[in-house]
C-alpha cells in the first residue's frame, strides 16, 4: 500500500485528494488546521484508511510534530495543497503587505520546509513524488492584471520547486508543481470550469504516473505540461 500525505485535506481540493487516494486504496496522511473541525474529512475516515493529524503549513512546530510522528515510515507522495489567495486581489492602491507575506510564507516557503522536513521519509519509498498544487497564474506567460500577492507567490513555488527538483535528483525524488485547474471551491468560486472531483482524479493520474524524467517541470491536472 501507498502512502500519500496532503496539506489541508480539510475542505475544497485538498479534501477530494483524500478522498481519491483513499478509494484508491492508498493510505492517507491528512493534514489540517482543525482536525475538531474537519468533519467531512472525519467522515471520510469511515472505510478507509485515513489519518488526521493537525498541521499549520506555517508553523515549524507543527511541522517537526508531523515528521517525529512519521519516524521511519515510507512515504511515497507528498501534496503540497494548502494555499490562500488575497483577500483585496485587484487593487494595486491598498496592497496590504502584511497579507502578501503571509501569502508567501503559506503558498512558498511553507511547501519547501515540508518537502525538506519529509525527505528522509521520502527517501524510503521507491518512487517518492513531491506534488505542490501551484497555480497559472503564477505563469510568467500569463500577463494579467490583479493578484500581485497570489500570483508572485506561485510564481516563486514554481522556481522552488525546480531546484528542489535539481537537488533532490541524487536521491530520486521527483518534484513538481502542477496547475490544478480552475476549480469550484471557496477558492475557485461557483463559476469554475470544473470539480473538486474531476481535478483530484487528474492529478492522482499524474502522481500516479510521475517519473524522474518529469520532474523539474511544469504539469497540469490533465496531464499536459504548461509554460513556466
Ligand atoms: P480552498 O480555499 O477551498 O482551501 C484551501 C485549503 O488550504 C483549506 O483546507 C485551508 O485550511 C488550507 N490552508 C490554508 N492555509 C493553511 C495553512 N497555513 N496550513 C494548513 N492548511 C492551510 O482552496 P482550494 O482547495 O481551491 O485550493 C487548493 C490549492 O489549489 C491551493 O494551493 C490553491 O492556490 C490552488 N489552486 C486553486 C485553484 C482553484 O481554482 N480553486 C486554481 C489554481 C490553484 P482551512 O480550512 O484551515 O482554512
Known sequence: ????????????????????????????????????????????????????????????DDIAALAQQLGDEPLDVLINNAGILDANRNDLSSIDYDEWQAIFATNSMAPVRMSLALKDNLKRSPNPRIVTVSSEMGSLNQNLEGA???RTSKAAVNKAMQVLA??????????????????RTDMGGPQA????????????????GLNNEMSGRFWTWAGTEHPW
Not at 491528512?30 to 474537519?38: I, K, L, M, T, V
Not at 474529512?41 to 478507509?48: M, N, R, Y
Not at 541524487?170 to 518534484?175: A, N
Request: charged share 15%; glycine share 10%.
Open 1 to 60: 500500500m501507498e502512502t500519500v500525505l496532503i496539506s489541508g485535506a480539510n475542505r475544497g481540493l485538498g479534501l477530494a485528494l483524500a478522498q481519491k487516494f483513499a478509494e484508491a486504496g492508498w493510505k492517507v496522511i491528512a493534514g489540517c488546521r482543525n482536525p475538531a473541525q474537519a468533519t467531512a474529512l472525519t467522515a471520510l475516515q469511515e472505510g478507509h484508511d485515513i489519518q488526521i493529524c493537525k498541521l499549520d503549513v506555517t508553523n515549524p
Open 148 to 150: 500581485i500577492a497570489y
Open 166 to 183: 535539481t537537488n533532490f535528483a541524487s536521491d530520486g525524488i521527483t518534484v513538481v508543481p502542477i496547475h490544478p485547474g480552475w476549480v
Open 193 to 208: 470550469a470544473i470539480s473538486p472531483k474531476e481535478s483530484a482524479e487528474g492529478i492522482f493520474l499524474l502522481a500516479s
